[in-house]
């Protein structure tokens, strides 16, 4: 089995941890390199429906070994969290979950300033972030003053955190936020070493030896290219690398070793939180796509912001992550549209665009070049091979690899590991 990168196409929520579930099938390990618990990867396996934030989603399947990379940043108790609710669902984790000595720690602080910082935000300046501490935590990282894994489990840890909890106090205050109180703090992390302890381990290690005794590996991407930081439609992105370069820097697994690019792009388009989305829908058709495709955030609940599929993205995500192929995800949603429309480029004061501009504002006076596609009007949740799909659909998934140039060869629809087929 290759080594496989999978990355998310769009703003995320592209059905990455279902795609992720059916491979796992023929992987040995599946390592997450970025992102923290502001993802949310769903995955249902028989009557019962897991939603992984931290863990990488290939846990579900027993026989499989779970990295999370140093490019991650971890809450470590959200990781305990997580860890409890798995093995109270039967999913045991001891001596198959690894979690990188590098990574950093999101800490109390991070989640307060993330919150504090999205509360004094004007309207348009809001992101709309998770308030996960995702991005305090990726700025202490660059900035020199993050803790990471291996720190949890010093025996000076405590004290250490007492100082920096007292020195973010000063910032929380300049906020108008609440003060942290460090005493009931340390308790609490105190309490966490221990239990993390035995997964924390140097994972870099542990995954090129898996490399050199030719296991095979499944990067499992969170986020999306358009969410990714330098890639995506900054500053309405998240803080850490959600594309392909991201495998290379949070797992440690030189570029050589990554044999095949896997995206996973929805039939549509949806985005959580703020930020320019060009097909975006505001009427019927918005609100459709969000009651079939069941639209709602997996680790915030928010409704997704919803609209058609977006070639422009695509091809800019096939090339910035040299996609080899597509995985296809929720191609049902679309079952019952008389019209489909596929965004084939944007139109801006008068100028056609094939690209993304890097001027926000710039996209956000976008509107998309369309070309009608007919639908299907009749139920592909029971295909199980292209060929049984309606030609119209047969037509759709053609019409898009044309327009990206990368071919189809997972196709999903619904969200069982049985409503999933390969094309070829
Ligand atoms: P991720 O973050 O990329 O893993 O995606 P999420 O789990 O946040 O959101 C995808 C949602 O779509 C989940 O509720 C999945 O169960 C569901 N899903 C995945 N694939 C399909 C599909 O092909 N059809 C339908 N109807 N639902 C799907
Ligand atoms: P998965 O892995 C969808 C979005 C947030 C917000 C922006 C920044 O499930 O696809 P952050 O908390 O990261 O600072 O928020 O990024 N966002 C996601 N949107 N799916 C995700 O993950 C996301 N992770 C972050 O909504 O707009
Ligand atoms: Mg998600």
Same mark, same amino acid.
């Given at each position: 089995m290759? &080594?496989?990168?999978?990355?998310g196409v769009?703003?995320g929520?592209? *059905? %990455?941890?279902?795609?992720i579930?059916v491979? $796992?099938e023929?992987?040995?390990?599946?390592?997450?390199?970025q992102?923290?618990n &502001?993802?949310g /990867?769903?995955?249902?396996?028989?009557?019962?429906?897991?939603?992984?934030?931290?863990?990488?989603s290939?846990?579900?399947?027993?026989?499989?070994k779970a990295?999370?990379? /140093?490019?991650?940043?971890?809450?470590p108790?959200?990781?305990i969290?997580?860890i409890?609710?798995l093995?109270?669902?039967?999913?045991? #984790?001891?001596?198959?979950?690894f979690v990188?000595?590098?990574?950093?720690?999101?800490? =109390?602080? /991070?989640?307060?300033?993330?919150?504090?910082l999205?509360?004094?935000?004007?309207t348009?300046?809001?992101?709309?972030? $998770?308030?996960?501490?995702? *991005?305090p935590?990726y700025?202490?990282k660059?900035?020199?003053?993050?803790?990471?894994?291996v720190?949890l489990?010093?025996?000076?840890?405590? +004290?250490?955190?007492?100082?920096?909890?007292?020195?973010?106090?000063?910032v929380? /205050?300049?906020f108008?936020?609440?003060?942290?109180?460090?005493?009931?703090?340390l308790?609490k992390?105190?309490?966490?070493? =221990?239990l993390?302890?035995?997964?924390?381990t140097?994972?870099t290690?542990?995954l090129?030896?898996a490399?050199?005794?030719?296991e095979?590996i499944l990067? @499992?991407?969170?986020? *999306?290219?358009?969410l990714?930081?330098d890639? *995506?439609?900054?500053?309405?992105?998240t803080s850490?690398?959600?594309?392909?370069?991201?495998?290379c !820097?949070?797992?440690g697994v =030189? =570029?050589?070793?990554?044999?095949q690019v896997?995206?996973?792009?929805?039939?549509?388009?949806?985005? #959580?939180? +703020?930020?320019?989305?060009?097909? +975006?829908?505001?009427d019927?058709?918005?609100?459709?796509l969000?009651?079939?495709?069941? @639209?709602?955030?997996?680790?915030t609940g928010?409704?997704?912001?919803?609209g058609?599929?977006?070639g422009?993205?695509?091809n800019?995500a096939?090339?910035?992550?040299?996609?080899?192929?597509w995985?296809m995800?929720k191609?049902d #949603?679309?079952?019952h549209?008389?019209?489909?429309?596929?965004c084939?480029?944007y139109e801006c004061?008068?100028?056609?665009?094939? &690209? !993304?501009?890097a001027?926000?504002q710039?996209?956000?006076q976008?509107?998309?070049?369309?070309e009608?596609?007919?639908?299907?009007k009749t139920s592909?949740?029971d295909?199980?091979?292209?060929e049984?799909?309606?030609q119209?659909?047969?037509?759709?998934?053609?019409?898009?690899?044309?327009?990206?140039?990368?071919?189809?060869?997972i196709?999903?629809?619904?969200? %069982?590991?049985s409503s999933?087929?390969s094309?070829?």
């Amino acid at each position: 089995m290759p &080594n496989i990168v999978l990355i998310g196409v769009q703003w995320g929520d592209e *059905g %990455k941890g279902k795609i992720i579930d059916v491979i $796992t099938e023929d992987v040995d390990w599946i390592v997450r390199f970025q992102g923290g618990n &502001n993802a949310g /990867h769903t995955v249902e396996i028989g009557d019962e429906k897991y939603v992984l934030h931290l863990i990488p989603s290939g846990i579900l399947r027993a026989d499989k070994k779970a990295v999370m990379g /140093h490019g991650m940043v971890i809450d470590p108790l959200s990781l305990i969290e997580e860890i409890k609710e798995l093995e109270e669902k039967g999913v045991g #984790v001891q001596g198959r979950l690894f979690v990188s000595d590098r990574a950093h720690m999101v800490l =109390p602080y /991070h989640r307060s300033m993330d919150a504090r910082l999205e509360q004094t935000r004007s309207t348009h300046e809001k992101i709309g972030t $998770t308030k996960r501490g995702i *991005g305090p935590a990726y700025s202490d990282k660059v900035g020199r003053t993050g803790f990471r894994m291996v720190d949890l489990i010093a025996p000076d840890f405590p +004290e250490r955190l007492k100082q920096r909890v007292e020195e973010n106090n000063k910032v929380l /205050h300049f906020f108008d936020a609440d003060r942290l109180n460090p005493d009931p703090l340390l308790e609490k992390y105190e309490q966490a070493a =221990p239990l993390l302890a035995p997964f924390i381990t140097d994972t870099t290690a542990l995954l090129n030896k898996a490399v050199a005794q030719e296991e095979s590996i499944l990067f @499992e991407g969170a986020q *999306g290219t358009m969410l990714d930081i330098d890639y *995506g439609t900054y500053p309405f992105v998240t803080s850490s690398s959600a594309t392909v370069g991201g495998a290379c !820097i949070g797992a440690g697994v =030189p =570029p050589r070793h990554m044999d095949q690019v896997l995206g996973v792009v929805k039939a549509y388009t949806t985005r #959580v939180g +703020e930020g320019p989305f060009p097909t +975006e829908l505001f009427d019927d058709m918005g609100e459709m796509l969000r009651n079939v495709g069941n @639209e709602y955030g997996a680790t915030t609940g928010r409704p997704r912001r919803c609209g058609w599929f977006d070639g422009v993205v695509a091809n800019y995500a096939a090339m910035i992550n040299g996609i080899d192929y597509w995985a296809m995800t929720k191609l049902d #949603v679309l079952d019952h549209v008389e019209t489909i429309k596929i965004c084939i480029a944007y139109e801006c004061k008068g100028r056609r665009l094939d &690209n !993304i501009p890097a001027n926000t504002q710039t996209l956000e006076q976008c509107t998309p070049i369309y070309e009608d596609v007919d639908g299907w009007k009749t139920s592909t949740k029971d295909a199980t091979c292209f060929e049984a799909l309606p030609q119209q659909a047969q037509t759709y998934i053609k019409r898009i690899e044309t327009i990206t140039g990368v071919p189809t060869k997972i196709v999903s629809v619904g969200p %069982k590991r049985s409503s999933t087929f390969s094309i070829g």
